[in-house]
């Protein structure tokens, strides 16, 4: 009797096929915006935050003599991962008109990820950040929610600070600032001279050098969106100009820092960088074309140049303390 009233399924049966096979393509699709997501917010940006983070909290430790926590450390780190893709992804969103016109490629802006599952993932991240930064500690959560808001100011229509050079340097390099202030935060140290040096020029270059440098060859997208960045205002050859002017002024500071500090670590980033500000120089300088207008090719020299210097310049002082 009991086998005659239950239904019985054929594996063809659309019922049982419903039964186990619907939650793939939702969990295919959540995959791909992940992982679209991911490519928006630039994953060597979000590689070289991890190392801002990571390199202040070992500074630190290692010159105060302490063993950092490990748990907070690794805790920490995730929250900041998070935060900054949070703020990219929101970034993305509000650059999706100047993106489109620059004919960028990135996800937003070819329209391969949706603008409304780039707003989900700003909150999700952002929460995400936040949540995990309270296991680091409450140093860790108030530097988490001030790189978030200051984030959101470089963004946020109205008050972006990206529209000009002046304050898209000032957000980005007080950005840069607080991961480092986080990072000594996790350590469970107070902030050392070695580490205050590091994260000063560092955090420097970004206002600097990349804040001017990503804008070289986005002038038509960022004219039509009413920007006023100093590539916009005083053209592409000024902004090159102050792009290396600053890389000499920074690689300066950070000899005379590694010189009064006279520890490793910051010796031997201190010749990364000068290297390295030498890189940016030479891309600050593009070949002329035979009409006498500068090249294409070199439009993203000098921020690439400078990106692999901040590489080089963390990795290496990382190297320094493995060695010392």
């Known amino acids: 009797m009991t086998q ?30 992940v992982r679209l997501c991911l490519r928006e917010a630039r994953p060597l940006v979000q590689v070289m935050f991890v190392l801002r983070f990571v390199t202040g909290a070992l500074l630190t430790a290692s010159a105060a003599h302490h063993r950092p926590d490990a748990p907070h450390l690794l805790v920490g780190t995730a929250a900041w991962w998070a935060a900054t893709v949070s703020v990219y992804v929101f970034n993305g969103v509000s ?19 949706t603008e409304v599952a780039a707003r989900r ?95 070289l060859g986005s002038t038509r997208g960022d004219a039509l969106a009413g920007r006023r960045t100093l590539a916009v205002v005083r053209g592409d050859h000024s902004a090159r100009r102050f792009c290396a002017a600053s890389g000499g002024a920074l690689t300066l500071v950070l000899t005379a820092g590694a010189l009064w500090v006279r520890e490793l670590p910051l010796d031997v980033a201190a010749a990364a960088f000068a290297v390295g500000a030498l890189c940016v120089a030479g891309r600050c300088l593009p070949p002329r074309t035979q009409d006498g207008t500068a090249g294409d090719g ?13 590489y080089a310049v963390h990795l290496a002082a990382l190297a320094a303390l493995v060695l010392a």
């Open 95 to 113: 650059d999706l008109r100047e993106d489109r016109a620059n004919r960028s490629q990135r996800p937003l802006a070819s329209g391969r990820l």
């Open 121 to 215: 993932a700003v909150v999700v991240t952002a929460l995400a950040g936040l949540l995990l930064s309270c296991a680091a500690g409450w140093r860790v959560v108030e530097a988490t929610a001030v790189f978030l808001a200051l984030g959101y100011a470089y963004s946020a229509p109205r008050i972006a600070a990206k529209c000009r050079s002046w304050s898209a340097s000032g957000v980005t390099c007080a950005a840069a600032g607080t991961t480092y202030l986080a990072g000594v935060a996790s350590s469970g140290s107070e902030l050392t001279a070695e580490a205050a040096v590091f994260a000063l020029v560092l955090s420097l270059g970004v206002g600097l050098i990349a804040a001017v440098a990503k804008d």
């Open 298 to 310: 070199n439009i993203r020299g000098p921020y690439r140049s400078w990106m692999a210097t901040q």
């Open 4 to 33: 005659a009233l239950t239904p019985r399924l054929s594996p063809s049966s659309p019922s049982a096929i419903t039964a186990f096979d619907t939650p793939w393509p939702s969990l295919v699709s959540t995959a791909r915006t």
